[in-house]
Nanobody, 120 residues
Framework: QVQLVESGGGLVQAGGSLRLFCVASGRTFSSYAMGWFRQALGKEREFVARISWSGGTTYYADSVKGRFTISRDKAKNTVYLQMNSLKPEDTAVYYC?????????????WGQGTQVTVSS
């Protein structure tokens, strides 16, 4: 029932920044925790960050902690991922996910992904 569309990906040099956007529809956005995952070429999809339905609680993968910030604006049905101090190893397709449970850490609805490429 939830539809998710990511945007904001692109090409950036190492040390630079990008901000990803995820716009949700379906009138149930406020009931879900939201998260970001990523998948690099030849690798499995991995968890990046998630945020509770209220926006009051967040959790990050160790690989991005201190560099990435997840936030949400319920009025705009939008989730953000601010990505700073980007590294080449951050290169991946980034996916937005809606989660029925914050603690589960598992996506129930997914966007189509947006490409992030970080050059050396």
């Amino acid at each position: 029932q939830v539809q998710l569309v990511e945007s904001g990906g692109g090409l950036v040099q190492a040390g630079g920044s990008l901000r990803l956007f995820c716009v949700a529809s379906g009138r149930t956005f406020s009931s879900y925790a939201m998260g970001w995952f990523r998948q690099a070429l030849g690798k499995e999809r991995e968890f990046v960050a998630r945020i509770s339905w209220s926006g009051g609680t967040t959790y990050y993968a160790d690989s991005v902690k201190g560099r990435f910030t997840i936030s949400r604006d319920k009025a705009k049905n939008t989730v953000y991922l601010q990505m700073n101090s980007l590294k080449p190893e951050d290169t991946a397709v980034y996916y937005c996910a809606a989660m029925r449970s914050f603690v589960s850490g598992k996506g129930d609805y997914w966007g189509q992904g947006t490409q992030v490429t970080v050059s050396s």
